[in-house]
């Protein structure tokens, strides 16, 4: 099946059929989250990269940087990230650093808790248990942790590796102040995991909406499962995808912006409670949207666009630190600049011959 072009998708617009901006869905504004990884040190970039940040090759535990990704994120009508985490030393500190800077910039952190190992296998469910009590009792209360209908959010990453029976033991702790919502891979998984969640965030990364004719059926129906039992659903939508450099087959091409548009549509139409983009900075899969040295800020331009976000609501400057991992990313702040100064000269001068023309006649008369 092909992805519908531009004029296409215009017309399904203006019929109805796909909403334009999370603004038109039943009248209300879906709240877009944005899959946030804090794994990155300087030789992370090293490893089965074909694209790499604006920023330059960041770590995870620099405030300018984090600051600088709300900032952008922000300006785009993301409404806040769901960072990847487990409890340890490193992942404890970089949480709370993300959680601080979103604090102060009125932006929102929800986690999406790793359940499985490097090598896709569940971790032990006591350790499990462990981490979901802890994110409740020491984050889950910070005023920056995003809520729905006044609960923390978390996600449960590879609950489709574990047994009802030891979701239940997991989640049964914190259910009563916390959202835990599973990332089953169908409607059947949602199903069997809906009196121990409190719904599903499918992590769809992979699809390519150009030949797989069931995308958007299959949101529908897993959003319906998940309506049906009084859960919540997180629908998935990318701008693109490869991870071939880490053993993947697949590749999505990004077409211009387009399959970002066209899962956008598929993502609403499911009647979303949350909208999941996946991703921020998973650049290993080539799922980011984060402004890239490939693609620059393309697909911060396209979100700003479904979400109604003016224009103007640009990028921020990245802070000093960044810029100076990044010169090509602080030149054009500085141009900026310099061409305001630029005009205020030319409007002086241009005011100080105005006035000398009119002292010029009023001697003459």
Not at 82 to 89: E, F, I, L, T
Request: charged share 25%; net charge positive; proline share 6%.
């Amino acid at each position: 099946m092909r992805r519908p072009g531009l004029l296409a998708v215009l017309v399904l617009v203006v019929t109805g059929l796909f909403p334009a901006s999370a603004s038109s869905a039943e009248g209300r504004r879906v709240p877009l989250l944005a899959y946030y990884y804090q794994w990155f040190e300087p030789s992370s970039w090293q490893r089965a990269k074909t694209d790499y940040p604006r920023l330059g090759h960041y770590s995870s535990d620099d405030a300018s940087v984090i600051r600088t990704h709300v900032d952008w994120a922000k300006s785009a009508g993301i409404d806040g990230f769901v960072v990847s985490w487990k409890s340890s030393a490193v992942n404890d500190r970089r949480l709370r650093l993300l959680l601080d800077v979103a604090r102060a910039r009125d932006f929102k952190v929800a986690v999406i808790y790793q359940g499985l190992d490097f090598r896709r296998r569940p971790l032990a469910t006591d350790r499990v248990a462990a981490d979901f009590r802890l994110l409740y009792g020491r984050y889950a209360r910070d005023p920056a942790f995003f809520r729905l209908d006044g609960k923390p959010l978390t996600v449960f990453s590879g609950t489709w590796q574990y047994s009802t029976a030891d979701i239940a033991r997991i989640t049964a702790p914190v259910r009563k102040g916390m959202l835990v919502l599973g990332t089953e891979k169908s409607p059947q998984g949602i199903s069997r995991l809906a009196h121990v969640t409190d719904g599903d965030a499918y992590y769809w990364s992979s699809v390519n909406p150009d030949t797989n004719d069931r995308h958007a059926t299959k949101l529908r129906e897993m959003a319906a499962v998940a309506h049906a039992a009084h859960g919540y659903w997180m629908a998935p939508f990318a701008p693109g995808f490869d991870a071939r450099l880490v053993g993947g087959t697949k590749s999505v091409p990004r077409d211009g912006g387009r399959t970002l548009r066209t899962e956008y549509a598929a993502a609403m139409a499911s009647g979303p409670d949350l909208l999941g983009l996946i991703s921020w900075n998973e650049f290993s899969e080539n799922s980011h949207v984060e402004p890239s040295v490939r693609h620059g800020a393309q697909s911060l331009d396209v979100l700003r666009e479904l979400r109604g976000v003016p224009v103007s609501a640009s990028p921020s400057a990245p802070s000093s630190s960044a810029a100076a991992r990044d010169p090509l990313g602080y030149w054009p702040g500085v141009l900026r600049i310099t061409g305001c100064a630029a005009l205020l000269v030319g409007a002086v001068a241009a005011l100080a011959r105005l006035r000398g023309t009119r002292m010029r006649k009023e001697e003459r008369t």
